[in-house]
């Protein structure tokens, strides 16, 4: 994966890029640009090669061919990235208060034998705070709800001062209230602080309503749709699937 300076808000540029393992190519020619501050959303069907692309794009997974160019901070230090999969990875069983679960987050900035000091415990409390909807910061993390829960894993993304926020279907395990609500907190943590916000979902209506872009994925190609928000985005977006997929069956 290439590194290079900012340019023209551009945070991560895919240039004809093959992403697979092995001789198994997923994704083919893969060519699109995420710009710093937007929310890009990405769907498609299960096994199409979703979680391949987010790999690709923070650089745990090196192209086949092609390349993925990331920008480097204006410090020169590479861009940071915080995760958020669509459950939870802490045992349960585990003791750990909403509190301890977010400071593992600070281990990228610590390094692994350094020991949370009181700026770590600020910044996970501060984190805490913007994502809100926590009881309390000391609340054990086996007594929350599955909402809160995800919440408190976007707290633990936050507090490594990422500058893209990724996220693997989130919400796939919350009722609709609570899809909303993570939705809309994602929209708010975005504008305030100029995250660049990569958001797999199944949620097409919800999602092509926030995301100015949605990439869609099928048979192994990436496809950029321009949603424009409102209330039409989703049937625009439903109509350029079912589309393809009608083109598709007349081959």
Request: aromatic share 4%.
């Amino acid at each position: 994966m290439a590194e290079q300076q900012p340019s023209d808000g551009v945070v991560i540029r895919c240039v004809d890029a093959d992403l697979g393992y092995g001789a198994h190519r997923v994704l083919r020619e893969v060519t699109f640009e995420v710009y710093q501050g937007e929310l890009l959303g990405i769907i498609g069907p299960n096994g199409a090669g979703k979680t391949t692309l987010l790999r690709g794009m923070m650089g745990t997974l090196r192209p086949l061919r092609g390349r993925i160019e990331v920008v480097r901070r204006a410090d020169g230090s590479p861009l940071r990235f915080g995760y958020v999969a669509q459950s939870s990875d802490i045992d349960l069983s585990y003791p750990l208060s909403a509190l301890d679960v977010v400071l593992l987050g600070r281990t990228a900035l610590l390094g692994v034998f350094r020991r949370p000091g009181a700026e770590d415990l600020r910044a996970a409390e501060q984190a805490l705070a913007r994502v809100g909807g926590i009881p309390s910061p000391r609340r054990q993390f086996a007594e929350l709800s599955g909402g809160q829960r995800q919440r408190v894993l976007l707290a633990r993304a936050l507090v490594g001062e990422p500058d893209v926020l990724v996220l693997d279907e989130p919400t796939g395990d919350l009722d609709v209230r609570a899809q909303a609500e993570f939705l809309d907190l994602l929209e708010k943590l975005r504008d305030e602080g100029r995250l660049t916000v990569l958001l797999v979902s199944h949620m097409l209506e919800e999602v092509s309503r926030r995301a100015g872009r949605v990439l869609v994925i099928e048979q192994g190609r990436v496809h950029v749709v321009r949603t424009n928000g409102g209330e039409t985005a989703s049937g625009e977006l439903a109509r350029f699937i079912l589309g393809r997929s009608a083109g598709a069956g007349e081959k």
